[in-house]
């Protein structure tokens, strides 16, 4: 079974523009999750969709969104990015919503905002 | 204070030695999950506790609820254990992570 697939894996952005990335989750999982990692703050949930709907939202500010489609693949974008923006973003997916579910995580993509 | 505090926050190690790894958190969870990620980024679930003990391999990792403490243990260390370990609980809406272990092993 294919693993959790995560496009692109590299990007770089100057300040002010936007960026969308993408998050494919394993067959049959509808669960997916995204997360911000920086030297500085460690791994921070950003927020959680399972069927098309987000449940869940960190404390970030509205110019980081989300979407999931019915094919459970999800999106995420970050509007008018800023330096502080540069991170590791990663995605995890699981079966279900439940509060015991391991968690299965994509390779992540590394955004560099100059 | 974090709500999840790991120690040591920097392991370095010889092959071969008995590694072990703390969590301790002030929340109320509905379970702890230890995380492995090896350069490059990469995250790997290792374990996923509820209570009590897991093993897999060399890895063991122990839970105590009531003190809202837990461990992971290495045994037999290698150089390919070298990873940053990292520790989440399951709040009530999401993870919470700690800020991970730094764990070189030495041939």
């Known amino acids: 079974k294919a693993g959790v697939t995560q496009t692109p894996r590299y990007l770089i952005k100057t300040r002010g523009q936007q960026v969308t990335l993408s998050c494919s989750p394993i067959?049959?999982?509808?669960?997916v999750s995204w997360y911000q990692q920086t030297p500085g703050q460690g791994l921070q949930f950003l927020f959680e969709y399972f069927s098309e709907t987000q449940r869940n939202k960190g404390n970030f500010p509205g110019r980081f969104s989300g979407r999931q489609f019915s094919n459970s693949r999800s999106e995420m974008n970050v509007s008018t990015l800023e330096l502080g923006d540069s991170a590791l973003y990663l995605c995890?997916?699981?079966?279900?919503?439940?509060?015991?579910?391991?968690?299965?995580f994509g390779p992540g993509t590394r955004l560099l905002v100059l | 204070k974090n709500e999840v505090e790991q120690s040591p926050q920097n392991l370095t190690a010889q092959e071969g030695e008995f590694i072990t790894i703390n969590c301790s958190y002030s929340?109320?969870?509905?379970?702890l999950h230890w995380l492995q990620q090896h350069p490059g980024g990469g995250i790997v679930s290792l374990f996923m506790l509820s209570s009590g003990k897991k093993k897999h391999g060399r890895l063991i990792a122990t839970i105590n609820i009531q003190e809202k403490h837990s461990s992971l243990h290495i045994t037999a260390s290698h150089p390919r254990d070298s990873a940053v370990y990292i520790c989440a609980v399951q709040g009530a809406q999401k993870l919470v992570f700690g800020q991970g272990t730094r764990l070189t092993i030495n041939p």
């Open positions: 995890a997916s699981s079966k279900g919503t439940g509060r015991q579910e391991t968690q299965y």
């Open positions: 067959s049959g999982h509808r669960s």
């Open positions: 929340v109320g969870i509905s379970a």
